[in-house]
T-cell receptor, first 114, second 114 residues
Framework: KQEVTQIPAALSVPEGENLVLNCSFTDSAIYNLQWFRQDPGKGLTSLLL?????REQTSGRLNASLDKSSGRSTLYIAASQPGDSATYLCAVRLTGQAGTALIFGKGTTLSVSS | KAGVTQTPRYLIKTRGQQVTLSCSPISGHRSVSWYQQTPGQGLQFLFE???????NKGNFPGRFSGRQFSNSRSEMNVSTLELGDSALYLC?????????????FGPGTRLTVT
């Protein structure tokens, strides 16, 4: 059974710091991996989608990498800002399974202080 | 283009009652998935609909059901509510069942069971 783990569960950093969020998964047979952001009480906003054939994706100050063989993905946030404060979730989509169902980690709650 | 919309945004129900939640996908999207988010279990996949047919189902009891209409709008129903059903219910839409596609989430319906 695929399990997705995110460590740490919470992270506090001062504004301007570069940081890395970690995501690991137990089964390397994934189709792709998606990073989301969730603000308190709100829905999920998609940040980056990495297909299994890709090594990384970039969007603005965000860079996500994927290493399928080791079952790991990282989300790098450059020059963090207070507006980046949110919970960051990673989710994988499995091969050999129909449909678009995602298996989520429990997230890392990021707090950026000014 | 309007995003995924969910109604109602908040609900309070009593144990034993039943509830129906509604989701309107992004225009042109034909796949709708439902997820349950709780502090203890995180985000868990409930089911997915495409072309008015359930295509994939998570590990939830039969009290949880859903349907999709010809305009791709979807409803989920929970019968005989239990306290543990209190959660944020999120709906996500995608263009198709193509797993390479991103899922886009709505703001969620916060269900409280008393």
């Amino acid at each position: 059974k695929q399990e997705v783990t995110q460590i740490p569960a919470a992270l506090s950093v001062p504004e301007g710091e570069n940081l890395v969020l970690n995501c690991s998964f137990t089964d390397s047979a994934i189709y792709n991996l998606q990073w989301f952001r969730q603000d308190p009480g709100k829905g999920l906003t998609s940040l980056l989608l990495i297909q299994s054939s890709q090594r990384e994706q970039t969007s603005g100050r965000l860079n996500a990498s994927l290493d399928k063989s080791s079952g790991r993905s990282t989300l790098y946030i450059a020059a963090s800002q207070p507006g980046d404060s949110a919970t960051y979730l990673c989710a994988v989509r499995l091969t050999g399974q129909a449909g678009t169902a995602l298996i989520f980690g429990k997230g890392t709650t990021l707090s950026v202080s000014s | 283009k309007a995003g995924v919309t969910q109604t109602p945004r908040y609900l309070i129900k009593t144990r034993g009652q039943q509830v129906t939640l509604s989701c309107s996908p992004i225009s042109g999207h034909r796949s709708v998935s439902w997820y349950q988010q709780t502090p203890g279990q995180g985000l868990q996949f409930l089911f997915e609909y495409f072309s008015e047919t359930q295509r994939n189902k998570g590990n939830f009891p039969g009290r949880f059901s859903g349907r999709q209409f010809s305009n791709s709008r979807s409803e989920m129903n929970v019968s005989t509510l239990e306290l543990g059903d209190s959660a944020l219910y999120l709906c996500a839409s995608s263009l198709s069942l193509d797993r390479a596609r991103e899922q886009y989430f709505g703001p969620g319906t916060r269900l409280t069971v008393t």
